[in-house]
């Protein structure tokens, strides 16, 4: 299903006047595709993708998948923390990973807070880490997995649930190029296999060749959609 922000808009109070963070974005990102949302530093990106996460809710506009409307200004913190569980994954900066759990066990907490039997989806997990590149290694702690490694792991723990949209806040911040770009690729070529409708925000536009489309955001606004 595709992702939609319509209208988006998201002002905070900053002292006796107020700050606008988001201005007025529409953006959609169609099911199975990636789209990067690029800028400078406090030019917006963050925040819309807590809008576009239901963590934020927006001052105006709306967030549909599909055809229903799943986030809006009046939205509540249990709604949208259900639409999240149900329908959204999300990967972080940083891979948040608990240290005393495997791999597996991290995709399996996961699956078991999104309201599953971690044991049903025992075997969706290891076909996710091998398809991350982690075959043999789902035993295996954080401490004793690479940066990046321990990024693959997030990647397969955003997508054990089936999300119908997964949301990508810089993956490669804390990875050289080469494997940044891996990292991009991978994300990709997963969203093309589940169908997930896909927004990543990056700094590092030299890793984005595998991407759809990408849009410049820059004093709140964004640009159209430019494919790659």
């Not at 963070?21 to 529409?26: P, R």
């Not at 809710?57 to 599909?66: L, N």
């Not at 969203?191 to 409708?197: I, V």
Request: aromatic share 2%.
């Amino acid at each position: 299903m595709d992702l939609r922000l319509d209208g988006i808009t998201l002002v905070y109070p900053d002292g006796d006047t107020t700050l606008t963070a988001v201005d007025d974005v529409g953006l959609t990102i169609p099911a199975g595709t990636t789209t990067a949302l690029l800028g400078p530093s406090g030019a917006g990106k963050s925040s819309l993708l807590a809008v576009a996460a239901g963590l934020t809710p927006p001052s105006r506009g709306t967030v549909s998948i599909g055809d229903e409307t799943v986030f809006t200004p009046t939205t509540t913190v249990a709604e949208a923390t259900r639409v999240r569980l149900e329908r959204i994954g999300m990967v972080f900066q940083s891979p948040n990973l608990l240290g005393s759990l495997t791999a597996l066990e991290q995709l399996e907490l996961h699956a078991h807070l999104r309201g599953h039997r971690p044991a049903s989806l025992r075997e969706r997990s290891l076909e996710l880490l091998d398809a991350v590149g982690l075959a043999g290694l789902h035993d295996r702690r954080p401490a004793r997995l690479s940066g990046g490694q321990r990024q693959r792991v997030a990647i397969a723990r955003a997508l054990v649930g089936r999300p119908q949209v997964l949301l990508v806040d810089e993956p490669t911040s804390a990875l050289d190029h080469e494997r940044g770009t891996q990292v991009v690729e991978l994300i990709t070529g997963l969203a093309r296999e589940t169908g997930a409708a896909t927004l990543l925000v990056s700094h590092d536009a030299a890793t984005l060749g595998s991407v759809d489309a990408t849009v410049r955001m820059l004093d709140a606004r964004v640009e159209a959609a430019q494919p790659v």
